[in-house]
């Protein structure tokens, strides 16, 4: 990348990239991870027909049984995974480390106060 260009850093020589047998390449970069292949075909299959629904997991309504079995069945292998209680509420929210470094200080806030950074 243009960052380990600009360090000077052989980025390939690293090993950050390099083929693997398949053809498919090897990403240890920060962010998203190889996925194994089954698992990708299996979501490519999902993509044009969800459980036999016909549709997309994408264009299934969040109100549908079927994305309520997904629903559930992620939370309770969290529960379970994680060893959480029923005493405890799951929220599965999207922001990566932007969200984390703004939830931390939050999280010391009280429940009437407000932080600006």
């Not at 998203?32 to 629904?53: H, I, R, S, W, Y």
Request: aromatic share 12%.
């Amino acid at each position: 990348s243009d960052v380990y260009k600009r360090q000077g850093i052989n980025a390939e020589y690293m090993g950050i990239r390099y083929q693997m047998e398949s053809g498919r390449v090897y990403n240890f970069s920060a962010g998203p991870c190889c996925l194994p292949l089954e698992v990708l075909k299996k979501a490519q299959e999902d993509m044009l027909n969800f459980n036999g629904t016909g549709m997309s997991i994408m264009e299934i309504s969040h109100r549908n049984k079927e994305y309520a079995k997904v629903w559930n069945n992620c939370r309770n292998g969290f529960r379970k995974l994680l060893g959480i209680s029923e005493e405890y509420q799951i929220f599965f929210m999207q922001g990566g480390a932007s969200l984390q470094f703004a939830g931390i200080p939050m999280n010391f806030l009280g429940g009437t106060e407000t932080a600006n950074f």
